[in-house]
């Protein structure tokens, strides 16, 4: 009978921000095969209903499950708060999204007792942060703010300059001198802009990564499952997308810094 712990891991995004979270995958589990499908014909999900981020992400759970995953990581904020539930009642193969192991983080490392939270309009408006928090730690104080305009600039290459300062100071300015233990950066394209959060925030705030999170929590559920690759195996990704636009290079090498990522572009009917 075939290893099953020899399988791939198969990550979704929206797009290529989820490439983040590819990023520490690689890092923390550096003997595993990692698939990663980037949505890039349909993205972005931050801004799109729950019905249809929920039918996207079972669309894309399929495809990844056609390459027999051992273990499937929702890399995408606004899919994870709006399909986990969704994704483990349809399917059986063990699931892990990013909300949970950036709540987690957060809760242990907030240094009071008041916690911010950012991410799309979609990840802020479902609430499933500040649950998470909650379940962990209901005295929690949970601040929530939606950054539409950080995914364009991140994308835009923008991410340490003046224009993409004051935007962070008109969203984040409030949330100055509320004693905030922890920032969760709840959106794959955050951990890019950490500097210029840091600057607005002021340098003393604990900033959450849930790519990072989620790249921890990923190797603890392999050990759990018992389908942690071995020491030897070969490692390594392939990566798919819905769209292989002009952009992608420059927009996937923002978030991995490799030279020539091995792309394939896949149709959406063949994901149905
Ligand atoms: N990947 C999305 C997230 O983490 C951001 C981009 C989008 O809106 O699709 O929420």
């Not at 595993?32 to 669309?59: C, F």
């Not at 994870?80 to 490392?109: E, L, N, T, W, Y």
């Not at 959450?208 to 999170?213: G, K, P, R």
């Amino acid at each position: 009978m075939k290893d099953k712990s020899l399988s791939p891991i198969g990550v979704f995004d929206s797009g290529l921000g989820g490439l983040t979270v590819l990023a520490e995958l690689l890092k923390a589990l550096p003997n595993e095969k990692i698939i990663y499908l980037g949505d890039t014909a349909r993205v972005p999900y931050g801004n799109k209903s729950p019905q249809t981020v929920i039918r996207y992400s079972l669309e894309n759970t399929r495809f990844l499950l056609n390459k027999s995953v051992k273990l499937l990581i929702v890399a995408c904020n606004t899919a994870s708060a709006f399909s986990i539930d969704a994704i483990r009642s349809a399917f059986s193969v063990p699931c892990i999204g990013v909300i949970q192991p950036g709540a987690r983080a957060a809760v242990q490392k907030a240094f009071s007792s008041s916690v911010a939270v950012i991410g799309t309009s979609g990840t802020i408006h479902s609430r499933a942060y500040p649950e998470a928090i909650h379940r962990l730690n209901p005295d929690m104080m949970v601040f929530e703010k939606a950054c539409p305009l950080f995914v364009p600039l991140v994308e835009e290459g923008w991410v340490d300059n003046h224009v993409t300062e004051e935007v962070a100071r008109i969203y984040l300015g409030h949330l100055t001198g509320k004693n905030i233990g922890a920032m969760i950066l709840g959106c794959t394209h955050y951990p890019l802009l950490k500097p210029v959060i840091s600057r607005v925030m002021g340098p003393d705030i604990m900033l959450i990564d849930s790519a990072e999170e989620t790249a921890y929590e990923a190797k603890n559920t392999l050990k759990d499952f018992g389908l942690l690759a071995t020491n030897g195996a070969q490692g390594g990704y392939q990566i798919f997308v819905t769209d292989l636009h002009g952009q992608f290079s420059k927009v996937a090498g923002l978030f991995l810094k490799e030279h020539r990522l091995p792309v394939e572009q896949v149709a959406l009917d063949e994901m149905v």
